[in-house]
């Protein structure tokens, strides 16, 4: 069989392309809204643009006319959301005139900082507690030419020494405390308002540094002030029940989930996140692991999008607190990193597993596929 | 510090968005050029429009004012090229009323028919030869909801099953014989014209089943005859030395590489790519594993993009013909897959590695900084 397109279907072709392909990357493309000047020299991979995917299955769970959309912003160059602020700190950085940048981080950040530093040509160094074994998203950030110093210590110390190599050599510090990150995290918002032609009625997030939560909110109240957006979400954060010193209203000492991105029990960005709850009429919320990974597995099953648990935290409370949508609502989930990130969690908590040893026999075939 | 944007800034933003991100996928984007109807029910992820990253790395490596981008289709929804096929396939099985799927595949084939698949409400079947133990990329299938099958025996034996399955049973084939995932895959042409304005001068791609050089090819050309590009790119097709059945001139029994995504002796398109490479005065050269692993560290350490290996075979297919390549040629090396794809991969051949059991202090670590 072949499939042919005849002259005539040809000869309808509209002359322009109604879809721009030509999609420079978030700074390029949000330059007003930022702090770069024409002679600011952008690092970037074309960041940014990350598809706002119609959710049918969930939107048919919900009902009542409510439309659900994930941002799955898992697609962006190193496979995170942290791609948005990173671009903006290592341009900031090479501005500057940095040759060497450092973050103390065992996952995305340390990805994201590893590729956007080493294609501007600076060193990437990245702080982590000795005996860290698991290599994970490590691999990547090494990968990318990253230069990972392993100290004896826990995070706090890592934390501690990447500020102090910064203050004490000409390093810049590209953990979630530079500003320029949170300005480059807020272009998500521009584009889920550029693609819906509004804010969401809700807009669902994970929560651990509570760092997206503020840059969304920013994005939304920059594009709001210019007009750009009738109205604003509600900001309805999600962390997961074994990590949620926003929910206990206290830092948690020892956080635990499964979803290793948002295992954070002092929050950076504490006061920000509680304004902008307030301001947003918006609301903080417990989802446990198994209700995270029953999302994680709905996403990947019924809609055909593999995201990080900590992403799925999104969607699992959406549906706790899908009681409280209005009729006809839009909501937009936001899926952080790409689920490729960590494929040990795929192969223990998918439902389906391999039937093994099957005779190569049509009928076996077919009789163990249920025909 | 804070950032912020003044009030004057704002002011001076354009009113209208000058990049667009409302693209709806590649069949609606592309719809006049696809074997599709209006009431053709188009499912979608909203693959395509992948980024064309300029790769100044490489560019100043070749000198003599070359450009070269690479098109990565490794930010694909599943994480490779297979997207735009599948987009095609699954829409088409949809539209015929299909419930089901089948294919065998180990690899990307299988991720992205399952997350189409299950997205359109189907079944997914993957047949895999037995003792396959590498989850790997099945994983991402598995927890997509696929339903694989194991069975005794090699993967022409998975193969012959799966054409048998699809011809005595209600299920769809959508291995490369589908012969509309070439369809889809000519969109990959169409962006890279649409963001150049014309053909690039080399197409540089990665050659297994040497069905995506065939689609490219078919994009061009029809591209071509519609006036949108003045002229035609010299097909570069680069295979793994261990499995490289073009430039043998005959099927390889028993292919090895570590480029495991075109690790394939008796391509499916061989008649299709001969005629490639005649009409495109293009050539094939074959690229050692050790080659493919310089320039999938280049890659990653140089431009900061992470590609699957089997991707890098484009990149280093053009390293080694440079010296062929005309002054101020444009250069598109198409990157096919995501590099999370495939972590042990870059776990093993980073050349970076951690520094171990260092001691907590500010000069301690400096100085193995070198600082």
Redesign the interface.
């Known amino acids: 069989?072949?499939?042919s397109?005849s002259a005539a279907?040809?000869s309808?072709?509209?002359s322009m392309?109604?879809?721009?392909?030509?999609?420079?990357g978030l700074i390029?493309?949000y330059r007003?809204?930022?702090?770069v000047s024409d002679t600011t020299p952008v690092v970037t991979?074309?960041e940014g643009?990350t598809?706002?995917?119609p959710a049918p299955a969930l939107s048919q769970a919900i009902g009542r006319g409510v439309q659900v959309y994930v941002k799955?912003d898992g697609?962006?160059?190193?496979?995170s959301f942290k791609d948005r602020g990173m671009t903006m700190a290592i341009t900031k950085a090479k501005e500057a005139g940095a040759k060497?940048v450092i973050c103390a981080s065992t996952g995305n950040t340390s990805a994201a900082a590893?590729?956007?530093a080493?294609?501007a040509g600076m060193r990437a160094?990245v702080?982590?507690p000795?005996g860290y074994v698991a290599?994970?998203k490590?691999?990547?950030a090494?990968?990318?030419?990253?230069?990972?110093?392993?100290?004896?210590?826990n995070f706090d110390?890592?934390l501690?020494?990447v500020r102090?190599?910064s203050e004490?050599?000409?390093?810049t510090l590209v953990n979630s405390v530079n500003?320029?990150r949170?300005?480059g995290q807020k272009t998500a918002a521009f584009?889920v308002v550029?693609?819906l032609g509004d804010a969401p009625d809700w807009l669902c997030i994970p929560v651990g540094n509570a760092g997206n939560i503020t840059a969304y909110w920013m994005g939304f109240t920059?594009y709001h002030?210019?007009g750009k957006c009738a109205r604003l979400p509600k900001m309805m954060g999600f962390q997961a029940a074994g990590a949620a010193p926003f929910i206990a209203g206290k830092p948690i000492p020892n956080p635990e989930t499964i979803a290793t991105a948002i295992r954070i029990g002092n929050p950076a960005n504490w006061e920000k996140a509680i304004a902008v709850q307030q301001h947003s009429q918006g609301e903080f919320h417990p989802v446990t692991d198994q209700e995270i990974l029953e999302a994680y597995?709905l996403l990947?099953?019924?809609?055909?999008?593999?995201c990080e648990p900590a992403s799925a935290a999104s969607v699992a409370g959406l549906l706790k607190q899908k009681e409280h949508l209005p009729n006809q609502a839009t909501v937009v989930c936001v899926l952080t990193g790409?689920?490729?990130?960590d494929?040990s969690n795929?192969?223990e908590?998918?439902?389906?597993?391999?039937?093994?040893?099957?005779?190569?026999d049509?009928k076996t075939?077919?009789s163990?596929?249920g025909?």
């Open positions: 069989m072949t499939v397109i279907d040809l309808e072709m509209p392309t109604r879809y721009s392909t030509n999609w420079p390029e493309a007003p809204y930022l702090p991979l074309l643009n598809p706002l995917i799955y697609l962006n160059p190193t496979g060497a590893a590729a956007y080493r294609r160094f702080v982590i000795d290599l994970g490590l691999a990547q090494l990968l990318y030419g990253a230069e990972v110093i392993a100290i004896e210590g110390d890592a501690t020494i102090k190599m004490n050599y000409p390093v500003p320029y949170l300005q584009e550029d693609v920059e002030q210019q597995r990947a099953s019924q809609e055909g999008i593999f790409n689920g490729l990130k494929p795929a192969i908590y998918s439902s389906n597993s391999i039937k093994q040893k099957i005779k190569a049509l075939v077919a163990e596929m025909f």
